[in-house]
């Protein structure tokens, strides 16, 4: 069965004080893994898409990694504004264009 | 240049009554996707849909729930005879016609609290 884990649930950090959040997933063929942003009342934030194992990308202070069983968000320098939840979804060979998310992980960074 | 809409943004419904939700993609997106967020939990898929064709249902409850994308206007969700367990946020996303990866641009979500 498809999943996507991530952990940790929680993390808080210090402004400045880097850090990365990891997404765990097994799927029968992967078409591409995605990084969300979601703000407490909104819907999800496109950040990112990874479509192979090495293929890195970065927005501001965020980079996330692919490897052939996990990503990583890194958060370099993180600000209060970085404070959000962010979930990993795994979009799957044959499967339709149907997103499996993880529970995703809450970060909170204080000034 | 206006994003995924969707409304209401809040609903409430007694037991018993219907719920229709309404999303309105993204201009030039032909693919909707509808999913369900329960407290406590992560986003679950509910239903794909293109134009006028229901593509993949597998994460619709088999009963109360139902959806279309009609040729004209907003796709819809519907939601007969409501219960407390179907109080939740539901997002609906949408995705440009283009064959291979697509990446999903999600809608600020209707609230449905039943009371």
């Known amino acids: 069965e498809d999943q996507v884990t991530q952990s940790p649930e929680a993390l808080r950090l210090q402004e400045g004080e880097s850090s990365s959040l990891n997404c765990s997933y097994t799927?029968?063929?992967?078409?591409?893994l995605f990084w969300y942003r979601q703000d407490p009342g909104k819907g999800p934030e496109f950040l990112f898409t990874?479509?192979?194992a090495g293929e890195e990308k970065e927005k501001e202070r965020l980079k996330a990694t692919l490897t052939k069983k996990e990503s990583f968000l890194h958060i370099t320098a993180p600000k209060p504004e970085d404070s959000a939840t962010y979930l990993c979804?795994?979009?799957?060979?044959?499967?339709?264009?149907?997103?499996?998310f993880g529970q995703g992980t809450e970060l909170s960074v204080k000034p | 240049n206006a994003g995924v809409m969707q409304n209401p943004r809040h609903l409430v419904r007694r037991r018993g009554q219907e719920a229709r939700l309404r999303c309105s993609p993204m201009?030039?997106?032909?693919?909707v996707y509808w999913y369900r967020q329960l407290p406590e939990e992560g986003l679950k898929f509910m239903v794909y849909?293109?134009?006028?064709?229901?593509?993949?249902e597998s994460g619709m409850p088999k009963e109360r729930f139902s959806a279309e994308f009609p040729k004209e206007g907003p796709s819809i969700l519907r939601i007969q005879q409501v219960v407390r367990g179907d109080s939740a946020a539901y997002f609906c996303?949408?995705?440009?016609?283009?064959?291979?990866?697509?990446?999903?641009?999600f809608g600020p979500g209707t609230r449905l609290t039943v009371l």
């Open positions: 990874l479509y192979s």
């Open positions: 201009k030039g997106h032909s693919h």
């Open positions: 979804a795994v979009q799957a060979n044959n499967q339709g264009g149907k997103l499996i």
């Open positions: 996303a949408s995705s440009p016609p283009s064959s291979g990866l697509r990446e999903q641009f």
């Open positions: 849909l293109q134009k006028e064709n229901i593509i993949d």
């Open positions: 799927v029968s063929g992967l078409r591409g």
